[in-house]
């Protein structure tokens, strides 16, 4: 079992940026690809970032490449989202989601369900 909270979410103009964190309580012994989703109002959830267990491998939704950058430390069971040159099309509900049997492309589609999630941290970017 693992429970996720997300934190970092906030109010920025278009091209400034913001830094998400999501802090993991789990077994440390499971292993588990962590990324990110979000979701307008009016929206379905899209997935935005993902990374393995090992951290050296990424994936990325089209829209955010070159932006964004995911990223953790396992020593902290921290899962970070680093977020540049923000769009007002990147409003949207942020939440962090835990998988341990599908990660990459897979875990961005959301294919099959994911192992848990968290309650969302909200960022607004203003033109």
């Known amino acids: 079992q693992v429970q996720l909270v997300e934190s970092g979410g906030g109010s920025v103009q278009a091209g400034g940026s913001l830094r998400l964190s999501c802090a993991a309580s789990?077994?440390?012994?499971?292993?588990?690809?962590m990324g990110w989703f979000r979701q307008a109002p009016g929206k379905g959830r899209e997935g935005v970032a993902v990374v393995n267990a090992d951290g050296d491998s990424t994936a990325y939704a089209d829209s955010v490449k070159g932006r964004f950058t995911i990223s953790q430390d396992n020593a902290k069971n921290t899962l970070y989202l680093q977020m540049n040159t923000l769009k007002p099309e990147d409003s949207g509900m942020y939440y962090c989601?835990?998988?341990?049997?599908?990660?990459?492309?897979?875990?961005?589609?959301?294919?099959?369900?994911?192992?848990?999630w968290g309650q969302g941290t909200l960022v607004t970017v203003s033109s």
């Open positions: 989601a835990a998988a341990r049997f599908a990660c990459g492309s897979a875990f961005l589609r959301n294919v099959n369900p994911l192992d848990a």
């Open positions: 789990k077994n440390p012994y499971s292993r588990y690809c």
